[in-house]
C-alpha cells in the first residue's frame, strides 16, 4: 500500500490563486503580495485554531514541562499513574526526563523501555504522538516531567491538509476582494480576452472553498485532555 501523499510545506498564495482560474477568471492587479500573504497566515491560523494543534506543522525542538500524571497528592507530591495525556503534541520526542526540580536535572529516561509514545508507529503514519506511558507509577511536583520534542500534529502536512489550508486561503482572497469591489462588475483578464466577474461570484466562491475546507479537517481535531 502507498504511503499517503504529504508536504512539505503550506501552500503558497500563488498556489491558492489558481483556485481562481478554475472558475474561468484572474484577479484584478490591485491586490498586494502583503495582502496575500496575510490572507495565507490567516487561514493557517484558522486551521490551527480548527484542529487544536498548534503549530500543526511541526515546529522547532523545545522542551515542555508537564506534571506527573494521576489523581493523588503526598504532600507536595503528585501522581501515581503511568499514562500521561499530552496537552502539547508533539510529531517528534528526542527526550524525556522525570524527577525535575530546580535544583536536579531529574532522571533521563529511555525510550520504549522505560516510556513508550502512544500512538505506536505515530511517525511512520504520519501521526502526532499523544499519550506517554511510563513502565513504572510516576510521582514527582508540579512539572517536574520534561518532553523534548517537535510540537505539532505531523513533520509533513497531509495532502488533504494542505488542500484545505489552500482553499481556506482563497476564500479568504475572495471574501478580502469582495470588501474592495463596488457593486459594478469589475473587469479581470483571462487569457487575451477581457471578462467580468461580480461580488455574487467571489461570495459564492469563498463560502463553497471555505465550508470545504473545514469539512475536510475535522477529522484531525485533537481532544485536550
Known amino acids: 500500500m502507498a504511503a499517503a501523499a504529504t508536504y512539505t510545506a503550506y501552500p503558497t498564495a500563488a498556489e491558492a490563486l489558481n483556485l481562481f482560474t478554475v472558475l474561468g477568471f484572474s484577479l484584478p492587479s490591485g491586490m498586494t503580495s502583503g495582502e496575500l500573504d496575510y490572507y495565507r497566515y490567516a487561514a493557517i491560523d ?3 485554531n480548527i484542529t487544536g494543534y498548534r503549530p500543526f506543522l511541526a515546529g522547532a525542538s523545545a522542551t515542555y514541562k508537564f506534571d ?3 489523581p493523588n497528592y503526598r504532600g507536595r507530591m503528585l501522581g501515581g499513574g503511568r499514562k500521561l495525556l499530552l496537552s502539547q503534541p508533539f510529531a517528534t520526542i528526542t527526550a524525556l526526563s522525570v524527577g525535575v526540580t530546580a535544583t536536579d536535572a531529574g532522571t533521563a529516561l529511555t525510550a520504549d523501555t522505560d516510556y513508550w509514545k502512544l500512538p505506536a508507529n505515530a511517525s511512520a503514519k504520519n501521526q502526532p504522538i499523544t499519550e506517554i506511558v511510563f513502565s513504572t507509577l510516576q510521582w514527582g511536583i508540579v512539572n517536574s516531567v520534561r518532553i523534548t520534542g517537535k510540537p505539532g500534529y505531523s513533520e509533513n ?3 488533504e491538509v494542505w488542500e484545505a ?3 481556506l486561503t482563497a476564500s479568504r482572497i475572495a471574501m478580502g476582494l469582495r470588501e474592495k469591489l463596488s457593486q459594478s462588475p469589475v473587469e479581470g ?4 480576452e477581457s471578462i467580468r466577474f461580480s461580488i455574487e461570484l467571489l461570495q459564492k466562491a469563498g463560502e463553497t472553498w471555505s465550508s470545504e475546507a473545514k469539512a475536510a479537517i475535522m477529522s484531525y481535531t485533537f481532544m485536550h485532555p
Open 157 to 159: 502536512i497531509p495532502a
Open 68 to 70: 506527573p500524571p494521576g
Open 165 to 167: 489550508v489552500r482553499r
Open 189 to 192: 483578464k483571462l487569457g487575451d
Open 46 to 48: 484558522e486551521l490551527e
